[in-house]
């Protein structure tokens, strides 16, 4: 089947049609693991390592060729202060690259390290790679997962046991790429050892604290923080922000260079993908979409879907999640009035797109679900109306932003993290959430001078410590609300 898909794509000379040759190998595969017998964790690996495969074979037909490892070189040897797109960077077929050597490095993580793999290593994998398109490189995890490794040997631990540890850490990655390429220059100035050295430095710091901020940082959001390495990371970047930057004085580089995007590529990889899940789903469990049922009418407070509903149903779930997110990117509109007309704008599917669908799809097994999402898609557009009235009614100069705006496309990404609150306290619940999320979303990178990756998680958490108590004081959670009428 392999071969003859491939010959097909060969003989038509189409891009598209080579990536369906490789996703029926992604088939191929899936079809494979239908082995009763495995646990989820085994599976789970098999599951991502595949992911990690497509990504490759869509690099190698996703431009030009010539390019791929030239590419995937500068990509790898540039600062990656977020945002900078890789597709205006190193290239389309070398982003995806990039994405496929993340992935696979994470799954080498989690192999060699015989970790536990749950529905928690499913998000710690897919923000890795989710932001292998705009802010992480295949040399800037490294010295993160070096670090962790260091917290294991000190605390006598096994590195399997903190794998995911590792992987979350590297939500600040751009300090790593910073130190061995631009600081303290504004411009890239090529590899530095020293920086090399203090970029090690930074990831054995960040390692040894990120699994102590993360075991309390519920206590901070009370777990309605999908993203529960957020605020940790967030609180982590404010600190290296202020010791390298604001103390000292040394100016912030700024990147703002985002291209037009691939619409049409990333729209067909994706469908192919998540249409392979819901196939792969079937052929491990029947009773899949009886599963998902139970699934659905969950809240997803502290839910590992994985170990709550199987392998099946959560594999529907990421097919549907995903499918159900790509229609929010494609039909999603930015309003604002130009010349006294009403104009709307679709959204760009750049790397950092591509990356925020990934990252909206981290907590598909563990969470994240369209039901408790789209209450907080919700918000946003109520929020849009906001900078749109204040512009149309002549307050501000200029409408701060849209739906469509880069830094909201990537924002409403990691307001999905939300969920639990929606979740819980329902529709009108999610709704308020999502909206103070998109209010502050843009601001907190004030914070940590764009460089931590987990900047909308931050802001969930933020959002979680302003609201839930309140929540909890004047609103009665659905569970509640239900038992007051029996």
Known sequence: MRGECFRFAQQTGNGTAILYGGAFFLKEVCEKMKIKEEDNSALILKILLCFSA?????????????????????????PSQFTMDYFVLGGLGSAFLNTGMVG??????????????????VAAYWLNVGFATFGMTFVGIWPFFFGVWVYSRIKKVS????ANMAMF?????????E???????????????????????????VGCAMPSLCAHAPAFHKGYDLYNAGPAAGFLAFLVYCVLYRSPGVEVPTNTNLGDGHRLFVNVFFIIVFLLCLAAAWLLDKDCLKNYKKLWASDGYKTDYTSAFGMGATLVNMAVYGLFILLYYNVVQGMTVTDGQLVFTGAKF???????????????????????????????????????????GGVTDTQNWTLTTQAILVGMCFASGLAPVSGKYGFWGGVIAGALHATLVMSVPLLHGSFCLYNGGFTCGIVAFLLIPVFECFWKTKEERLAAHK
Not at 54 to 77: K, W, Y
Not at 179 to 204: C, D, H, K, Q, W
Not at 360 to 381: K, L, S
């Open 104 to 121: 696979l490095a994470c799954c080498g993580l989690l192999y060699f390290t015989k970790a536990k793999c749950t529905g928690l290593t």
């Open 169 to 177: 850490s590297t939500a600040l990655a751009p300090f790593a790429m």
């Open 350 to 392: 750049t790397g950092a797109t591509m990356g925020a669908i990934m990252c909206m799809y981290a907590f598909c097994a563990q969470g994240a679900q369209p039901r408790t999402v789209f209450p907080i898609m919700v918000g946003y557009a109520i929020a849009s109306f906001l900078p749109f009235f204040m512009y149309v």
């Open 54 to 78: 497509a990504f490759i074979i869509a690099s190698l037909f996703a431009g030009d060729i010539g390019n791929l490892i030239p590419g995937f070189i500068t990509i790898n040897t540039r």
């Open 159 to 162: 590195f399997g046991s903190v």
């Open 179 to 205: 130190l061995m390429f631009r600081y303290p220059n504004l411009e890239t100035s090529g590899f530095s050892f020293v920086g090399l050295l203090l970029a090690i430095l930074l990831g054995v710091v």
